[in-house]
């Protein structure tokens, strides 16, 4: 038996517009990550030499766990539009990808002047914060059946 709508949490009931928000949200990350990694000029046109240096120099496996983040989210919040239990493994791996991205841009290495410092890594920590959250949300609505 299904749960009635007065039945579920907020966010459940709150699906829709809060998977549009993540979907604008991841949409912003995956439009950065395509714009970096095609090299697209317009774009990269304010970005300093030494940032460029710095991810041209990150390892591959970097540059991978970007895109994962970046698409994982974009997928799960298509998934969690439609509302299936699918989601949670786009989720999780976006999880996986931003928090990957986070240790190696701020515990291994030091980033060039401007992109290290306090408020970039607050951005990047939130960046994997929401991708938790997204994946939470997206576990307790598989395990409590408001997601098919």
Do not use: C, K
Not at 50 to 79: K, N, Q, S
Not at 92 to 108: E, K
Not at 113 to 135: D, K, N, R
């Amino acid at each position: 038996m299904s749960p009635t709508p007065s039945d579920l949490p907020w966010y459940a009931r709150r699906r829709v517009p809060l998977a549009v928000l993540a979907l604008l949200w991841n949409a912003v990350g995956a439009l950065d990550f395509t714009m970096t990694q095609t090299r697209n000029a317009s774009y990269l046109a304010d970005f300093p030499p030494e940032m460029m240096a710095y991810i041209d120099g990150l390892p591959g496996w970097v540059h991978v766990a970007w895109g994962v983040g970046t698409w994982g989210g974009l997928i799960g919040a298509l998934l969690m539009l439609i509302g299936r239990r699918a989601a949670l493994w786009p989720y999780a791996a976006s999880l996986a990808g931003s928090a990957a991205v986070f240790v190696q841009n701020h515990l291994l290495t030091q980033p060039p002047a401007g992109m290290g410092g306090t408020g970039p890594m607050l951005f990047s920590l939130l960046i994997v914060v929401l991708a938790g959250l997204q994946w939470v949300w997206a576990r307790r609505g598989a395990l409590a059946g408001w997601l098919r």
